[in-house]
């Protein structure tokens, strides 16, 4: 075993290492872990994919483990996996550390001579929005970085992109990390320590993987242990003209969570994203003669850029915006970079889409909103909207979010396998807005969903499909949910 810096361990020739998950994360690490002359025992819970046989040195594929094997040193862990699964029970029963992807590559990068800085991202809400901005903004600077981790390419692979174990891959060297985490990445990654991190919000989610809030919190608040820690304080009030503008005295709705975080954060500088004028240390933003500006207290650069020059709809993305500067000036961005990737900037598929106007009503597709608080943001973008919800809501509660979109609903058409948890809530928050369950669970649920979205929509209504749950009880995918949803919504358009 390799000691890195900090006295984290890396695997060495020779180490037996058992590679849990096969995935996407899964290979990279493998083929990483057999260039270097570990022995890797790779487990799965499903069959060993087709790239395991092209990785040249000792891997075996050993199906499902239930235990670690004698004389293993380290489990790498796919993030899915959650800690509860027996192999991972029994490593650390034995005293056997388990780490994932995102903490050997944070290990690999501080072992190397030249480690660069980490921006990471995280929250429940926002994140590849953020990133894609971040991203753009590096880029604009004239920065060599991709995003990655959650999003476009593992970050161990980030981290080895133009070294001498990666000779297959024509990406360059990274100048830095710009990494999207999700709680399960954290929770592996317990020596992380970014150049800044972000917590853009917290809200139920993954509570059948976490076990509690409390845990999924603490999860979060790893990505605040570097030498910056940001956080939006607090989140946007929905004041019905769609328009971003600063509060009000007394229309302050702080996220305690997010808050209490930044403030408990071991993070030498702490920087606040409010919805408001910013004072020392935040980020914010100002309204002169109708246009709002984004202005920066906490580095000193004062105006960054104008909320009019960001391409997407909803307040909370100017929020989004505000974030990603925060981390682009960590890293000594110039202002007008940080203006010109806010301008560059345009949103991923199933992020929010316009899919279509059919007769004066708008067809937009936010499948990625998988839970009640992505949901809510997405809804608050909208005045008069035909809700198309339903799923897996992974332990979630809706009453709050129903309770605050209800005057904006011109009807419901429910899906998937926690839609009775959604009709109740509607039941008792809004008992007058007409809604249908769609029962089938096939392929053409969704063209039956959206044929009753129709009939519930008139002239000015916006059909959204933001679900506020996962979709992994009826499709393969939160994307092949929004595809089956603009297929619908191109076959109303045929005569």
């Keep these: 075993m390799i000691i890195a810096d900090g006295g984290r361990g890396l695997p060495g020739a020779g180490d037996l290492v058992v590679a849990a998950g096969a995935g996407v994360t899964g290979l990279p690490v493998v083929r990483y872990l057999a260039r270097i002359g570990a022995s890797v025992l790779v487990t799965s819970n499903r069959p060993a994919p087709a790239g395991l046989a092209e990785i040249a040195g000792d891997v075996t594929f050993a199906g499902d483990l239930m235990s670690v094997p004698q004389g293993c040193s380290l489990v790498v862990t796919s993030a899915g996996i959650p800690p509860s699964h027996p192999l991972l029970a029994s490593a650390l029963a034995a005293d056997i550390e388990v780490i994932g992807e995102t903490e050997l590559a944070w290990r690999i990068d501080q072992a190397s001579g030249s480690p660069r800085p980490w921006l990471v991202v995280t929250g429940t809400n926002g994140k590849t929005t953020t990133i894609g901005l971040l991203e753009a903004m590096l880029q604009a600077a004239g920065r060599q970085v991709t995003a990655c981790g959650n999003v476009g390419w593992p970050v161990i692979e980030a981290v080895l992109a133009g070294g001498p174990l990666e000779p297959w891959q024509q990406q360059p060297r990274q100048d830095l990390i710009a990494a999207e985490l999700s709680s399960f990445q954290l929770h592996y990654a317990p020596s992380l320590r970014p150049r800044a991190g972000l917590l853009l919000n917290l809200a139920e989610d993954h509570l059948d993987w976490h076990g509690s809030m409390a845990a999924y919190a603490q999860a979060k608040a790893l990505a605040l ?85 960001l391409r997407l709809p909803g307040r ?35 992020r929010n889409q316009p899919v279509a106007e059919i007769g004066g009503v708008r067809y937009v597709n936010d499948t990625k909103a998988t839970n009640p608080h992505a949901a809510a943001a997405s809804l608050l973008a909208y005045q008069r909207v035909v809700w198309i919800a339903g799923g897996q809501l992974k332990g979630a509660t809706v009453d709050e979010l129903v309770a605050r979109i209800a005057d904006r609903l011109a009807g419901v058409v429910l899906l998937g396998v926690d839609a009775q948890v959604i009709e109740d809530a509607l039941g008792r928050h809004a008992p007058d807005v007409p809604r249908i369950s769609v029962g089938r669970t096939d392929d053409g649920a969704m063209d039956e969903a959206v044929r009753a979205a129709a009939t519930l929509a008139a002239p000015g209504t916006v059909v959204l499909l933001a679900p506020a749950a996962a979709s992994l009880d009826m499709f393969s995918s939160y994307a092949a949910r929004g595809d089956a949803f603009a297929r619908a919504v191109a076959a109303l358009d045929r005569p």
């Design 316 to 350: 909370h993305n100017v929020t989004n915006a505000m974030a990603a500067a925060a981390l682009a000036l960590a890293v000594d961005v110039p202002p007008p970079a940080i203006r010109q990737g806010v301008r560059a900037f345009t949103p991923g598929a199933h």
């Design 225 to 309: 242990t570097g030498d910056i820690a940001v956080a939006v304080r607090d989140r946007p009030v929905d004041h019905g003209s769609g328009r971003f503008r600063p509060r009000l005295r007394g229309e302050n709705h702080p996220d305690p969570t997010a808050e209490s975080l930044l403030r408990a954060a071991p993070a030498g500088i702490k920087v606040e994203v409010i919805d408001g004028v910013p004072a020392d240390g935040q980020i914010g933003v100002t309204a002169a003669g109708g246009a709002e500006t984004v202005v920066d207290q906490a580095f000193g650069h004062g105006r960054l850029f104008a909320a009019a020059d």
